[in-house]
């Protein structure tokens, strides 16, 4: 397989404010866009040719990444002019595909963190000669994802959508969000509007007797789509925990990029990330977290499972839990804020103003 289609449209809305500015796959994770990390590896595991489905914040990807020749790759983008959901939007690159009808496809979300085997999940497709392959992965709590159980030989049976109660959890297998088309069900699609191949086009293909496939890989597996799930995931992949070629440097308790400064007796642990042009002050300690491009923490400031945004400063002894700080806010000494607070862009809270505040 040579091809696939990478979907990143969405508005990242759940990630806000991180993505007021930047396109939730461009935001950076363990030191570089987070859509790095996906293009490295389906490289590494034989892709040549990747079409990007973009929308939301559109004109970002091309000027970063090119024609993706450094990247060892052929890179094509494609953009909605209006929403048209995950199947409308597979539909509408296929133009840029170079696949013979039989042949496959892979198609994969920009949201999603994961260590699958993707020359496994191709080499099952081929195997079982099946329409349409997915990556299945088992979860310990499935009420907030679809089903999708499989029979022995690992054939899809059903797609449930998020089981309310005990009797309607029949298995513990969700759809992760990588899939493998014969290219002639990606032209089955409609065109001109929107289509969930979640909802419409996989349901649809198994009541017409087409053949899908399961693969569980239940390798390492995270949806990005929260702030927290966001910095957990970077530091996975800076402690190793999340596979990826693309990390700038070696797996470890921090990553600190080449123009960053940081004070000789400031503690960095966790997988943080300390980003370009970024200064972290004398004593400050930062455990779990992600600073972006010019953050600035000052003295003795502590920093837990939190994102600081590009650009913002957050003050001498001031205490961050699990907090989100937009690009450019500025947060004054001795603040304590914890449990999921985010702070917008360009916002500023003075000194002293805010001791503790609950999710919001």
Known sequence: MTEAILLVGGKGTRLRPLTVNTPKPMVPAAGVPFLTHQLARARAAGVEHIV???????????PHFGDGSAL????????????????????????????????????????????????????????????????LTRVEDPRAFGLVPTDATGRVTAFLEKPQTPEEIVTDQINAGAYVFKRSVIDSIPTGRPVSVERETFPELLSSGAHLQGMV???????????QAFVRGSADLVLGRAPSPAVPGRCGDRLVLPTARVAADAKLTGGTVVGTDAVVGE??????????????????????????????????????????????????????LRDGVRVWCDATLPAGSVRFSSDQ
Do not use: C, K, M
């Open 72 to 135: 060892g790759l052929s890179l094509e983008y494609v953009t909605e002019e209006e929403p048209l959901g995950t199947g409308g939007a597979i539909r509408n690159v296929a133009s840029r595909l170079r696949s013979g009808p039989d042949e496959p496809v892979l198609i994969f979300n920009g949201d999603i963190l994961t260590g699958l085997d993707i020359q496994a999940l191709v080499a099952t497709h081929s195997s079982s000669g099946a329409d349409v392959s997915l990556h």
């Open 283 to 336: 004593g400050a300690r930062i455990s779990g977290s992600t600073l972006l491009a010019g953050a600035v923490v000052e003295a003795g400031a502590v920093i837990t499972d939190s994102l600081i945004g590009a650009g913002a400063r957050i003050g001498a002894r001031t205490v961050l839990t699990g907090a989100v700080i937009g690009d450019g806010a500025q947060i004054g000494a001795d603040n304590e």
């Open 217 to 227: 890989d239940s390798t390492y597996w995270l949806d990005l789509g929260t702030p």
């Open 52 to 62: 990007l489905a973009t929308s939301y914040l559109a004109e970002v990807f091309e």
